[in-house]
């Protein structure tokens, strides 16, 4: 479910979306799973057959287990815009949190060795204010989040600093060069400190 464009302000702009990653739906499939394969072998095993009721009773708690995680993981939506990280929970009742970029002090994420292999973890954003710490839990690629938010962040702070104008729309470009600049220190063309230097000349204009 993608984030409503009506609700966004008037210069903001959404730079990523995404749902959590599809492996919080495996304890759910697991369970149905297991579900399935009892109801199956008591149908066939049991004498007399298994009362219609119980194959009933049994296709409700499957809906319940599986359609519950389904509509958990779809109705669950995180949100990177040019101003804010927005997460929307629920389909009826609905809750949500949205943390401004400018209030954000430090992101970290974290992955297992298992979490790697399947391309997910955790991030904890560290922010000012009352909100403290807010955890986004099992989201696809932590890492590469981690990079968005830095760049967006920095491109936020910098149009703030110039207000309107050229130099304001120049921080549209000053985002894209610093991707472009993580994207070379990704593939080794540029250390760590040839990076942190060229970023710093960028954002001091």
Known sequence: ???????LTEDEEIVRQFRPHWRVLLPALAW???????VTVGFFASEPPVPWVVLAVA?????????R?????????YVLT??????RRGMIARSGTEIPLENINNVLFSQSVVERLLG??????????????????????????QSQVYRVREARSLAMRHGPGPAGEAAGDVVSQLERLADLRERGHLSDEEFETKKRHLLEG
Request: hydrophobic content about 50%; proline content about 5%; cysteine-free.
């Open 1 to 7: 479910m993608r984030y409503p464009e009506r609700l």
């Open 32 to 38: 149905a799973m297991l579900l399935t394969a009892a």
């Open 59 to 67: 296709v409700v708690l499957w809906l319940a287990i599986a359609g």
């Open 69 to 77: 995680a389904v509509l958990n993981y779809w109705f669950t939506n």
């Open 82 to 87: 040019t101003e804010r990280i927005i997460v």
């Open 120 to 145: 997910y973890g955790d991030v904890l954003l560290e922010s000012a204010g009352t909100q403290g710490q807010s955890r986004l839990a099992d989201i696809p690629d932590p890492e590469h989040f």
